[in-house]
Every structure is written in structure tokens, then in C-alpha cells.
């Protein structure tokens, strides 16, 4: 046979996203259909290897080896998947290979250590793309009924029941490192009679097979189950005996391409990363020369998003370390700022519109993450913000109407964005209440505080009214010393982040208290330089966001032509 065109492209394909996926899609494809290896008209047919494996299961039935099966129902033409060649045939699944469903043993006989009169047993999570044989179960050998329920050599053992997306996961026994192993219910084995286990597992793994399997197969809550009578007639291409020995070696060989092509992917991704790490790291210690470094490596740097994600990061470490844009020594320093920050909240307390807050200790030089430019300040969240509180500890009443007041919880704080799509609703009397303690304002600048999603944040921006719960905490800088847009920007900064994470409190999800918010540092520039700060930052992530849009949109263009090439290869070779 001829696959020129996927010779030709073959970089393409293995480069485009998920490009070796469907590059072994599409091995297994053309070798079911009789595509991959030339046939040989001196091969039997398989009408005759199917005769010689219904005299074996009719002796084997007879003898009581088997029990005789329901015949499964004759397969219609205009049922079947695609045209085979002349020497090969459709055949029921059920006729060629023997289904045994496992066994589903009692919780007091399964053990995690091996112990006499105990034998192993495989379940689901062993049945990766190989059989993994560790962390096994151990069980009870006189619970077994049936000898056929123990595993041999070249059986194929399939998640029976799973997930949608993994029930119907095959993987080939090709070496039993127990005296006896059996399996639990959830799995079941198909042994082939006369059929190259190697070529049955091609069949089961083409997107054609899991999707009828995936499609045949009930579903109770979260697990879909495959039923044995929905197995059985599954349309099985046979081809000749010795035919099935050159697919399932080709097969081979080409799997083998690609798993190369993934371990090159992977070396590449590797280095990659590191390349990243080196220059962007390196912008911290030496931003000029190390800027200049990676222009020159620009289009070899942000070829992918996990780059312009590296990328965005430190421009936000450069930008709260003074690295991004130049210090004005005409700006008015920041301990200036500190002083009106404190009247303006000596202010407030006076007029009983905040509550008098606990001095907190300075940040001492061993506290200190790194040096400041001249006219900057260490300083603390709570220094900063005239509130910093959390919702609702108690979950306030709700209501059913979708005029009322929201209730917004960690998941309507999307990243940088408000979501109101989906909350629950307050009673606006609850509500008053409840803004006793916090009501949000433009301006304020909310953070998921607990769970897993701890450290998004946004700004508010046009609020509404709304009130919270215990999940979202609210800062609410002091405009006269500090812009909003700049605090938000340094609680998203990588240095932050790490200092929110070291400090939660570990516990059924996570979880950062209001006392370790208010703790948080902040490296303070003068109220220009905040400026001048944030509107480079929001140019440089600007651009971030046109590399993403601009990659996204060539590796789906690359995808849909790897996709092209790969069905016009198959339309070729049925041509």
C-alpha cells in the first residue's frame, strides 16, 4: 500500500495538538479496515478460520468446558461500520471471543496484603494501557466459582463498568506475575479463540469500537456499565489467520513511531520549560539584558500558552519589585502616603464609619523578600485598606426570587471578572443585616479566601448590591495612598500568591483567615509610580492576551488541517 500523503505530513501531524493521538487513531483505523499491510491471496479466508472456531467452542460446549451462549443476532449489512476486503469477513464479537464477567467480592474478603489462601485480583485502576500490577487486592481463592474467572496468558481485560470516559479501557495480559490472579466485577476478560490477541485489541481500541461500546452502555449515576449482551454482538472485522500476524506487527512498529514522537514532544516541552525559566527567570536579576535575551528568542519562547502564561507572571513580579517602569525622584515617597492613608483612617473612626484597628508589627529586614527601589515602602494589606472582612459565617436565609438581593459566594469570583450568572438570593430585610457587617462597593476588591480556588480576585467595578459569604474576603484600599487596580495587581503577583498558600490553614479544603489577609505584604511605590505601574502592566498583558488569541487561533487552524490530511489518508486508501 501507499501512504505518501501521510509520509508527507508526517511532521504536521505529530506536531499539531493532539496530532500523535490521532495519528494512532488512525494507524488502528486503517489496519480493522485491511488498509495497513497489502493482502496476500494465498491466505485462507477467514470464512474457513471462523468454521475451525465454531468447531472448537461446539467441542469445548459439549465437553462442559463452556456453557453455551445466547446466539447473538445476525448482523445486518446496512448495520455495519465499512466495507472489508474479499478474504475477510463480519462476525458478532460474541462468536470469535469468550466474554467472562468478573467477580464482585464482599468488602471482608479483599485484603492489601497477600496471605495463604488468598489470590491476587485486578480491578479497574490496574487496567491502564499496559496491566499495572501494583496495589492489588487480595482475596478469598474459595469465593471463586469458576476456573475460567482466573486470568491466562494474551486475555484481554476490559473496564466494565466506569466513568464514560474510560469504560471500555482494554489492556492485554501478556505476563501474570502470581500464581493465580483473578478478577473483580467491574472488570470483565475477553479471551480470544483463534484470533491474534494483538489484532483483538487493535479492533477495541479505534474510535469506532469505544464509541459503540460508550454508546451501548447503561448509565447509573456516574458509571456507565457495558452489559455482556450489548458486547457480544459487536461487529468484529476478521480477517485471514495469517493476516491478522502482519496487521498486529505493523501495528506494532508504528505505535512504537509514535511513542517516540511523544517522548521527543516531551523532551522538547521539557526544554522548553526550562528555556522560559532561564530567560524569564533571569528578567528579576538583570530585566535589561535579560529582556534583550528573549526578544531574540521571542517566536521560540511564546510558542505555546504555558510560555505567555510564564511571561504574564513576571511581568507581574517585575512590576512590584519597581522593575517594570522607571522611579521620578520628583514623585512623593511613599511613607507620605502612609501618613495621609492613617489620617484618613483615624478619620473614619472618628466618625464611626470603621472600626479602630490593631497596630500590626513592621516588617522587620529578615521579612523582607527583596530590596526596594528608593521611595518605596514594605508594608502590610491592612496598612493600606480601611476594611478588610469576610462575608457571612452563617449562610444567611434565601428566597427563590430573582429580584432580590444576591448571594455571592468563591464561585462567582472569577478571575479578574464578577459573575452573577448563578447565585442564590437574600431577602433585602436579611440582607440590611448582613451589610452591617460588609457591604461591597466599587472599588473593593474581593478574594476568594476559601477552597480551591483561594486567591482570585477581581476589582469591583459598577457594584451591585450583593452579600457575602464566608468564601470571598473584601479589601478596600484607601484611595488617597493606594490605587486599587495597584493592590489588586500585587495580591495576583506571583510573590503573593506564594505568601497567600504558605499561610492557609490546611484543613478539609483550604483556608486563609481574615488575621493572616490583613498580614499580607505589600511593596508600596509612590501614588505616580502606581500609576505609571498599572498602565504598563495592562499594556504588556494586553499583548499577552493577542499572543494567546493569535496562537490559539494557529493551532486551530494546524489542528484542522492535521484532522484533513488524516481523513483524506484514510479516504485515499479506500479509494
Known amino acids: 500500500m501507499n501512504n505518501s500523503l501521510l509520509l508527507q505530513q508526517f511532521d504536521l501531524l505529530a506536531t499539531a495538538p493532539g496530532g500523535v493521538a ?111 500490577w501494583d496495589d492489588l487486592l487480595f482475596v478469598d481463592r474459595t469465593f471463586m466459582g469458576r476456573d475460567d474467572q482466573l486470568i491466562q496468558h494474551h486475555d484481554i481485560v476490559m473496564s466494565m463498568a466506569n466513568s464514560r470516559e474510560l469504560v471500555g479501557k482494554v489492556a492485554l495480559i501478556e505476563h501474570i506475575p502470581h500464581a493465580e490472579v483473578t478478577f473483580g466485577g467491574f472488570l470483565g476478560v475477553l479471551r480470544p479463540r483463534k484470533i491474534d490477541p494483538r489484532f483483538a485489541m487493535a479492533v477495541l481500541r479505534t474510535p469506532h469500537a469505544r464509541s459503540q461500546l460508550i454508546d451501548s452502555s447503561s448509565q447509573t449515576t456516574n458509571i456507565a456499565n457495558v452489559s455482556l449482551a450489548k458486547l457480544r454482538p459487536l461487529p468484529f472485522p476478521l480477517p485471514p489467520e495469517r493476516e491478522q500476524a502482519r496487521i498486529a506487527t505493523r501495528v506494532e512498529e508504528l505505535m512504537r513511531v509514535c511513542d517516540a514522537l511523544e517522548a521527543t514532544g516531551q523532551r522538547q516541552a521539557a526544554h522548553h520549560r526550562q528555556l522560559v525559566q532561564t530567560l524569564l527567570g533571569d528578567l528579576t536579576a538583570d530585566s535589561h539584558t535579560a529582556w534583550q535575551r528573549v526578544a531574540a528568542h521571542f517566536d521560540t519562547l511564546l510558542d505555546r500558552p504555558s510560555a505567555i502564561d510564564a511571561l504574564e507572571q513576571t511581568i507581574l513580579q517585575l512590576a512590584v519589585r519597581g522593575q517594570l517602569v522607571p522611579q521620578d525622584s520628583t514623585d512623593e515617597p511613599a511613607s507620605e502616603l502612609l501618613k495621609r492613608i492613617r489620617a484618613e483612617k483615624d478619620r473614619l473612626i472618628a466618625a464611626g464609619k470603621i472600626k479602630r484597628d490593631k497596630p500590626l508589627a513592621a516588617i522587620g529586614e529578615d521579612e523582607q523578600p527583596f530590596g526596594l527601589p528608593p521611595g518605596w515602602e514594605w508594608v502590610r494589606v491592612a496598612d493600606l485598606c480601611s476594611v478588610v472582612t469576610d462575608g457571612e459565617h452563617a449562610t444567611p436565609e434565601r428566597c427563590n426570587d430573582p429580584t432580590a438581593i444576591p448571594l455571592v459566594t468563591a464561585k462567582n469570583v472569577r478571575s479578574e471578572i464578577m459573575d452573577y450568572t448563578q447565585t442564590d438570593y437574600v431577602p433585602r430585610h436579611i440582607a440590611e443585616l448582613c451589610w452591617r457587617r460588609c457591604k461591597p462597593q466599587d472599588g473593593d476588591i474581593l478574594m476568594v479566601s476559601v477552597g480551591a480556588t483561594l486567591g482570585r480576585l477581581c476589582v469591583l467595578r459598577s457594584a451591585v448590591d450583593m452579600v457575602l459569604v464566608r468564601s470571598v474576603t473584601v479589601f478596600r484600599p484607601v484611595s488617597s495612598g493606594v490605587q486599587e487596580s495597584y493592590l489588586a495587581l500585587h495580591l495576583m503577583a506571583p510573590i503573593t500568591q506564594s505568601e497567600i498558600w504558605r499561610s492557609v490553614k490546611q484543613s478539609a479544603q483550604p483556608c486563609l483567615y481574615l488575621a493572616q489577609s490583613a498580614r499580607l505584604k505589600v511593596a508600596l511605590p509612590p501614588l505616580p509610580e502606581q500609576a505609571r505601574i498599572v498602565a504598563r502592566v495592562a499594556q504588556l498583558r494586553q499583548l499577552c492576551a493577542n499572543l494567546r488569541q493569535r496562537l490559539s487561533a494557529s493551532q486551530t487552524t494546524q489542528a484542522a488541517l492535521a484532522h484533513a490530511l488524516l481523513a483524506d489518508a484514510v479516504s485515499l486508501e479506500s479509494a
Not at 474479499?86 to 462468536?95: F, N
Request: with cysteine; hydrophobic share 40%; glycine share 4%.
Open 22 to 132: 490521532q495519528l494512532r487513531e488512525l494507524i488502528l483505523t486503517l489496519a480493522v479496515q485491511g488498509k495497513l499491510v497489502p493482502q496476500n491471496p494465498a491466505d485462507e479466508p477467514a470464512s474457513e478460520l471462523l468454521k475451525r472456531i465454531r468447531a472448537e467452542k461446539d467441542r469445548l460446549i459439549a465437553e462442559k468446558v463452556l456453557k453455551r451462549e445466547k446466539e447473538p443476532p445476525a448482523l445486518a449489512d446496512g448495520h455495519l461500520p465499512f466495507e472489508l476486503p474479499t478474504t475477510w469477513c463480519w462476525v458478532a464479537l460474541g462468536d470469535v471471543i469468550d466474554i467472562v464477567r468478573g467477580i464482585t467480592f464482599p468488602a471482608t474478603q479483599k485484603t492489601r496484603e497477600a496471605a495463604p489462601g488468598r489470590i491476587a485480583c485486578l480491578r479497574t485502576s490496574n487496567v491502564q494501557h499496559v496491566i499495572e
